[in-house]
């Protein structure tokens, strides 16, 4: 009986971790994946890796009651350094610094988002982004718009607009959220909806 017990504590010890896992996974990937692009069956793998554990991480914290600090931080942060490691190869691998609405939408929405991290830890002392259903719409686009782009090494005008407005869209709503919240929510899906 004891044995039995101590293997299903070991079990769920484990099953609490997965989701942080996930995201310091999608975290490494996302900064090797700058490497991998030479390679494409590697990159492909380890693009659809991240795309996978973003949507893990949140699912099974969510559905397991696994929510913690730690877990909203390592999520912000994997999402991060996988939007910069995706940015970086856009900028390396393509003419998309030559084309200027691209730079100025990339720009706009860099400062939105730094001033979101500022204010978030200025006011509720923490370095998180909300997961919006603007910031997920975001990353969702860029998931699918950057792909295409690198394999054809073409910018799409139309996507890469609506991408663009969308992103620097959810960064003026989180803003918002931010500005008129007395505390912090980093799965609040909407200033309409608290």
């Known amino acids: ?13 484990i ?11 999608r975290l490494l990937i996302s900064i090797v994946l ?20 973003d949507v893990a991480d ?3 914290a969510r559905r397991y009651k696994l929510e913690t600090r730690l877990g909203e931080r390592l999520d912000s942060l994997g999402d991060a350094a996988f939007s910069g490691a995706v ?3 856009l900028i390396v691998y393509t003419d998309i610094i030559k084309t200027h609405w691209a730079i100025i939408g990339i720009a706009l929405v860099t400062i939105l988002r730094v001033i979101n991290f500022i204010i978030t830890r200025a006011k509720f002392k923490t370095w998180a982004a909300m997961h919006t259903w603007g910031n997920k719409a975001t990353g969702i686009l ?9 394999i054809f090494n073409t ?7 609506v991408l663009c407005f969308i992103a620097a869209t959810s960064s003026i709503e989180e803003m918002a959220i ?15 909806i608290r």
């Open 142 to 150: 860029l998931y699918l718009y950057a792909p295409i782009v690198l």
């Open 58 to 60: 949140g699912y099974l």
């Open 1 to 13: 009986m004891y044995r039995l017990t101590q293997s299903n504590e070991r079990r769920s010890l």
């Open 15 to 25: 099953i609490k971790h997965i989701p942080n896992s996930l995201s310091l996974i």
């Open 34 to 53: 700058t490497l991998l692009f030479q390679y494409p069956v590697l990159f492909i793998t380890g693009y659809f890796l991240c795309g996978i554990s």
């Open 155 to 161: 910018i799409l005008l139309i996507p890469g607009l």
């Open 178 to 192: 931010l500005l008129t919240s007395k505390q912090y929510d980093a799965n609040c899906k909407s200033i309409f």
């Open 87 to 89: 940015l970086y190869l």
